[in-house]
């Protein structure tokens, strides 16, 4: 019995591989990415993106709180930048009074070392408050003087406007600031210290609004800004139980997930989940982002297979119109990436009238580039997590029918991103029981569930006609349709619905009746219990007869 059972899993195990291996062939009526025509020359040679940093760290005041951490919390984001291989960190930090004039100095001479496409990375740990809508960073001898706050506090936004100029590719700013309000009870030793036992906090003047509001910023550059606190919320150096050597609440927590491993959306994200369970809510971090969607901190990480692919993509993009969408949605998705001045350059050079035509070198001759090919021209049959199918331009495009998971490969890749539900998306390839999609958020990468309905693999198959021309002539008679109803309610086949071209008047108004009339076939279908994910509609068919539908059950292409 041993012995039978063995075999028979050699067997089973046999079978499983072959069905694995013959999966990898792809299906035969579709086009390969990979061999569509070479990029342009403005498209080649990526180039590093610089990563310049600055942090700021401010522990003395003449009439505020003394914060205790803000030397070890400077110290600590200075290593792990360093760590992250950043060109350069400038520093300003000492144990003595920094001044309003100290900070702009820094600040004007950092905004001068950028020269456009860098990663500008700002960190500031220090007293922070909000007036009227405006956020100010509180320097040594800020007073508490609202009728005149920009006398002795410096707006953020300033600060933002003079990086702004210089254009960079990516702005960061991390702000650990607005310890409550810094002006009052400043004889409190420990002011922002948190007892978990009773965490409210202490409220002081009315006036201030106590915690950093959301900024204005208007800028071409990609904006990332993480705060210590949400918007009129506190922050905390430490909790009453740690030594005053600790770094604060949040900037501890942010440095345990800035790696290089990690994109810095999803680090922020990691630590406005975690610090909030260490302060029972008595601190709620958050971030904001403004045109950034991927921003690698470490620019010595190689760059992801799907952000060169999805290059590719826009770099053979035609029309000239639809180039330059293309090439803001890739800065605005990847504003750090390798091709990022690539993508800028090739906009300057538009803006500017210095392109008048899209070529491509082809051996000698000059070919114009063809938009990422379409998986051939099928692609109006595919059923499962994809459907509705088209092609437009020369771009194939479908639309998700529940949430996916997108991964880098076919098999057991990683997770690149999630798409929602409803979700149209471009359609790159499609191979047995899957396809590789760009999503709208410039993510790349493969998901499972999708076949193809095959057209030549058909079971059954009925002839509907309706009673008229316009979109209210009903179907003559359902009865060849509910008759088959047994072989179009089984599942893992597709049904395609094929609707003849309406004899109404007008193009738009014969699209429109096809449409109807295929949602009426739809309807009674998903009544006779069809599977609604495994239903195809071919609109205006010019195999099928006028005013007239042809509903077919058959396999699926493998």
């Known amino acids: 019995m041993a012995a039978r059972t063995g075999g028979g ?11 694995f291996l013959l ?17 342009p020359d403005w498209a080649l040679s990526p180039r590093d993106v610089p990563r310049r940093a600055l942090v700021i760290g401010i522990s003395s005041y003449q009439h505020a709180t003394q914060l205790v951490t803000t030397g070890s919390d400077v110290s600590g984001v200075e290593k792990a930048l360093r760590d992250l291989h950043f060109d350069s960190v400038d520093v300003l930090y000492g144990t003595g009074q920094t001044s309003r004039a100290d900070l702009i100095a820094k600040i004007q001479a950092f905004a001068s070392s950028l020269n456009g496409d860098e990663l ?6 220090g007293h922070g408050t909000e007036l009227k809508g405006t956020n100010y960073l509180v320097p040594s001898e800020g007073e508490a003087t609202p009728e005149f706050p920009g006398s002795s506090w410096l707006s953020v936004e300033w600060m933002l406007s003079e990086f702004a100029k210089r254009r960079p590719g990516a702005i960061v ?3 650990d600031a607005c310890r409550a309000n810094p002006f009052v009870n400043t004889n409190v030793e420990w002011r922002d210290v948190l007892d978990p036992a009773a965490p409210e906090p202490i409220f002081g003047d009315p006036t201030y609004a106590g915690g950093l509001v959301d900024l204005t910023f208007k800028g071409e550059s990609a904006l990332v800004v993480g705060y210590a606190a949400g918007f009129r919320r506190y922050s905390y150096s430490r909790l009453s139980s740690e030594p005053p ?5 949040y900037t501890r927590h942010l440095l345990r997930h800035v790696t290089s491993a990690t994109p810095l959306s999803l680090a922020l994200a990691r630590t406005e989940k975690q610090v909030p369970v260490l302060t029972s809510n008595a601190q709620v971090p958050t971030s904001l982002s403004h ?4 921003v690698q901190l470490d620019g010595t990480k190689a760059e992801a297979a799907s952000v060169k692919e999805y290059w590719h993509y826009v770099a053979r993009t035609v029309p000239l119109s639809t180039q330059v969408e293309e090439l803001t949605q890739f800065i605005a998705a990847h504003p750090v990436s390798r091709y990022a001045p690539l993508a800028r350059a090739r906009l300057e050079a538009i803006r500017q009238g210095k392109v008048t035509e899209l070529t491509v070198a082809v051996g000698d001759s000059q070919t114009a580039p063809a938009v990422a090919p379409a998986p051939a ?11 509705e199918g088209a092609v437009s331009d020369g771009a194939a495009t479908a639309i998700t029918n529940a949430a996916l998971p997108v991964r880098s490969s076919r098999f057991f890749g990683r997770r690149v991103s999630t798409i929602l539900a409803g979700t149209k998306v471009r359609v790159l390839d499609v191979k047995s029981g899957s396809a590789k999609v760009l999503a709208p958020d410039g993510s790349a990468g493969w998901i499972s569930g999708v076949d193809l309905a095959d057209p030549g693999r058909v079971r059954r198959e009925v002839t509907l006609t309706f009673s008229g021309s316009d979109e209210h002539a009903p179907v003559a008679d359902w009865t060849p349709l509910s008759s088959a109803s047994a072989a179009f309610g089984k599942t893992g086949g597709a049904v395609t619905i094929r609707i003849g071209q309406p004899t109404a008047e007008g193009a738009e108004h014969q699209a429109y009746v096809a449409r109807l009339r295929s949602l009426r076939i739809r309807d009674y279908l998903l009544q006779l219990g069809a599977e609604p994910t495994r239903i195809v509609t071919v609109l205006q068919d010019a195999g099928t007869a ?13």
Request: charged letters at 15%.
């Open 173 to 175: 700013l991390v702000l």
């Open 546 to 558: 006028s005013n007239a539908a042809s509903v077919s059950v058959g396999g699926v292409a493998r």
């Open 23 to 39: 999966s990898l062939a792809p299906v035969k009526v579709h086009a390969q990415v990979e061999k569509a025509s070479p990029l």
């Open 245 to 249: 050597t600790v770094r604060s609440v």
């Open 377 to 387: 021209a099928k692609i109006e049959f595919l059923v499962g997590t994809l459907q």
């Open 291 to 294: 045109a950034a969607f991927d």
């Open 120 to 125: 500008a990375f700002v960190y500031y740990s």
């Open 9 to 19: 899993l050699t067997r089973s195990i046999s079978k499983l591989l072959a069905l």
